[in-house]
């Protein structure tokens, strides 16, 4: 059920009051009755309506859970309004002042998180049922017209990473970047099949020539010329059968979220236009389909890359790295003051941080900071990890000047954002999110399936650094 944010209470609008699991005897005493009745305990995102006279909902009580005792649980408490979108009966709401519960903006971007629903596919409506008008006064301080930038955002990058392969094979991830450029009036261009090897990007089409769908390099750029360039690269694998080092079957049930750099990117690329940021955006997306036929690439095989190293495949299932190294080569050649890219890349980062949190690569340690002031800020989790120098010796190989794998499965997302980084020489700042893109378990702020993460810790970094236009 989503929710509408409004500026200014509603009429007859009733009360949310958001309480801790050790302070239920903060609830109203005209409530307080109904809450022991009902055995409320106030645990995170629990939802209690309590009804009126009349039987109808009066209020509402949300749980915010234990206190926490770290940075991370408390600025992630206002997330908990999430639950709001599912539970709160139609009609107007109004969150009642409470210091404690956290940035009123952010639970109003909890709140509309929480309403997204993937229903392109559904008869009806996603949950079988009509939808019901709910309309929720956030509270003094929120900014909403910030919280609905983020959610437009986010909400771009849930249904690309939700939708299948067939309906968002590269041709189709293209036409959703082009429509995305469109609306801001951004320069937009597209290198398409063979095109690709005319203007050396050997790599994107050697990993997407075997699919049905021609591989493409998508690069659209918006802002003034002269401002301060940050560019966005995402992989855009739209499915990964792992080629001919192929994935069994269970290894491929997700793989239409492969393209879930793209995703993030495009979502971040969004914000920064929807918020008139003062930089030069350039976006670049390698759109493939790692498929398999006469024409696949092969382990064993050597690849010439944009810059000129050689690349030995050891393993064809390693592919993203393969079509980022062509587009970084072409962001780093401009130079600019920030490159960023995003990739679902490795499982070795879900082993180490697990799904909800993305690892980060960056040489800069100003700006790793800056990203984990921000993530904690936002409630958006990110961690540094290391590029770790020795371990680049173990992508070496005997014919080529790097191998696209390491022979000793170690430390496989850092070997692989090192991979990257040798194809990064002039950017002044470069950082590289390994990120899952997908939910696997239900939340306050959405339902099992793709996500946006990491982009609006970054969108935070690129909006204290480079402000706004108006």
């Not at 039987?55 to 908990?80: N, Q, S, Y």
């Not at 694998?237 to 239409?256: A, E, N, R």
């Not at 995003?342 to 690569?361: E, I, K, N, Q, S």
Request: aromatic content about 8%.
């Amino acid at each position: 059920m989503a929710i509408t944010l409004s500026a200014q209470p509603g009429a007859a609008s009733r009360p949310v009051h958001a309480v801790f699991a050790d302070a239920l005897d903060a609830v109203p005493d005209r409530y307080g009755k109904w809450a022991s009745t009902m055995r409320f305990a106030g645990e995170a995102g629990s939802v209690l309506i309590v009804p009126g006279d009349g039987g109808d909902a009066a209020a509402a009580v949300l749980g915010l859970g234990k206190r926490a005792k770290d940075d991370w649980g408390r600025e992630a408490l206002p997330l908990a309004f999430g639950a709001l979108a599912g539970r709160l009966p139609a009609g107007a709401w109004h969150v009642e002042a409470n210091e404690s519960a956290g940035d009123p903006t952010l639970q109003a971007l909890a709140m509309l998180l929480g309403g997204y629903r993937f229903s392109r596919y559904k008869g009806g409506k996603a949950d079988g049922t009509e939808a019901e008008p709910v309309e929720v006064f956030a509270g003094e301080g929120a900014d909403i017209s910030e919280a609905r930038r983020i959610a437009d955002a986010v909400f771009l990058t849930r249904d690309l990473i939700n939708t299948p392969t067939n309906d968002l094979g590269p041709a189709e991830l293209e036409a959703a970047a082009r429509a995305l450029a469109g609306e801001f009036g951004a320069e937009f261009s597209v290198t398409t099949g063979d095109e690709l090897l005319d203007n050396d990007f050997p790599m994107i089409h050697a990993v997407g020539r075997a699919s049905a769908s021609a591989p493409r390099l998508i690069d659209f750029s918006w802002g003034r010329s002269d401002a301060p360039r940050v560019t966005l690269v995402g992989k855009g694998v739209c499915f990964d059968t792992g080629g001919l080092d192929i994935k069994p079957s269970s290894g491929m049930l997700l793989m239409k979220k492969d393209m879930g750099g793209a995703a993030n990117v495009l979502g971040l690329a969004r914000l920064v236009m929807a918020s008139g940021l003062d930089l030069r955006l350039r976006v670049l997306i390698p759109a493939v389909e790692n498929s398999i036929s006469a024409s696949a690439f092969r382990p064993g095989d050597v690849l010439k890359s944009r810059n000129g190293k050689t690349v030995e495949i050891g393993n064809t299932d390693a592919e993203g790295r393969l079509v980022l190294a062509d587009a970084l080569t072409l962001a780093d050649a401009e130079a600019p003051e920030i490159l960023i890219d995003m990739a679902t890349l490795t499982g070795a980062a879900r082993v180490a941080l697990g799904p909800d949190v993305p690892p980060f690569y960056t040489a800069d340690g100003a700006f790793a900071q800056s990203l984990s002031d921000s993530a904690k800020r936002v409630a958006d989790p990110i961690w540094q990890l290391p590029l770790w120098q020795p371990y680049a010796e173990n992508l070496a190989s005997k014919i080529a000047d790097v191998n696209n794998v390491t022979s000793d499965g170690f430390a496989g997302s850092v070997t692989a954002a090192l991979f990257l980084q040798g194809f990064v020489e002039k950017a002044t700042t470069w950082a590289h999110f390994d990120v899952y893109g997908w939910r696997p378990k239900a939340s306050s702020i959405g339902p099992v399936g793709g996500e946006a993460q990491a982009i609006r810790a970054l969108y935070d970094v690129l909006k204290q650094r480079f402000g706004r236009t108006d």
